[in-house]
């Protein structure tokens, strides 16, 4: 027989593949416990739709209840909130990241962060301790420019809505010409937002632009404490242009299917780690990865409990992340 830990697991793991309501009697604390204060989180409706019926074949099911799950192979890892906050390093981010290359785990940064290219963020990492290669990040920025670079010859006139620095990422794109453009492209431009800005915005939209987000989270944490992100212009664009963005970074399908293969794992095989429970967490777990929230960064733990998003794990840092994953697979 199974020892009582390895059931709660077993157990936790049929109820998201089945979506049944099981009651957990087991002593020891599962997986999908809040190792803060000891309490099981409540089932929600899952991203992904699975319902009764709906979920992974019963028989896949009693397997994983049977066996458990596997220990994972690669690990998708946000930055802000996680690594770091502002430009202040969290504990144990070094140490985790040391022990990531010491397993030598696939990893990849996944980040929404908008006001920074792939090699600004690689010297920031750096002056915090942090060792990481640009191939390593996947950032909003470099997947907004592959996004318009598919986009075919010649190259469309983009409107951009950038800080100075990812705006050199674009340089390769002709501006808006006469009031008319094929892409406006929103990313964080901090205090410079206006109603003239905006309604110029506006008026491009309207004129046939497309509207690209490229994200559209709704706030993120500086060393001072919360800020309002660009989700909030985007849905009001949206609003009054009857448009939908499209949004390249996380919580977007092709953001994440961007970064699988060069893990060279399965989703199933693949763990998210971050801060927000809709876009690293729900982002994850839509496309079948594994996902742990931690509980630094932007992290609430109101958002959580009202959130029908459920972490398979709720760390308390990234400190936290090789003792989670050591007991996988047990």
């Known amino acids: 027989m199974p020892a009582a830990g390895e059931s709660g697991k077993r157990l936790a793991a049929l109820r998201q593949a089945q979506g049944l309501e099981l009651v957990e009697r087991q002593s020891k604390v599962p997986a999908a416990r809040d190792s803060k204060n000891n309490k099981p989180f409540q089932p929600g409706s899952s991203p992904i739709g699975l319902r009764h019926g709906k979920g992974l074949p019963t028989l896949l099911a009693w397997f994983l ?6 220990r994972p192979k690669g690990l998708l890892l946000d930055l802000d909130g996680v690594f770091y906050i502002g430009n202040r390093l969290l504990p144990g981010a070094r140490e985790t990241l040391e022990w990531i290359r010491g397993q030598n785990v696939p990893c990849r940064f996944l980040t929404n962060t908008s006001t920074k290219n792939s090699q600004e963020l690689v010297a920031k990492l750096g002056n915090l301790g942090l060792k990481v290669e640009t191939e390593e990040i996947l950032s909003a920025v470099s997947a907004t420019k592959a996004y318009l670079e598919n986009q075919g010859r010649p190259r469309p006139r983009v409107e951009l809505l950038t800080r100075e620095s990812a705006r050199e990422e674009f340089a390769e794109f002709p501006p ?16 410079a937002w206006s109603y003239e800005l905006m309604n110029r915005v506006f008026r491009l939209l309207m004129n046939g632009a497309q509207l690209i987000a490229m994200h559209r989270n709704r706030f993120w944490e500086d060393e001072d404490g919360l800020r309002m992100d660009i989700g909030a212009f985007v849905a009001g664009l949206e609003y009054v242009t009857g448009q939908e963005a499209v949004i390249i970074g996380k919580p977007s399908r092709d953001f994440f299917q961007l970064a699988l293969p060069q893990l060279d794992c399965e989703a199933a095989d693949a763990v998210m780690v971050g801060d927000d429970i809709q876009s690293d967490i729900g982002g994850a777990k839509a496309q079948g990865l594994q996902a742990c929230l931690v509980r630094t960064g932007k992290f609430r733990q109101d958002l959580l409990e009202d959130s029908e998003v459920q972490p398979d794990a709720l760390l308390d840092s990234i400190a936290d992340l090789p003792g989670w994953w050591e ?4």
């Open 176 to 191: 808006t010409e006469k009031g008319e453009a094929d892409f406006v492209v929103i990313g964080d431009i901090g205090a």
């Open 327 to 330: 007991k996988q697979g047990e």
């Open 65 to 70: 209840l049977v066996v458990g799950m596997p």
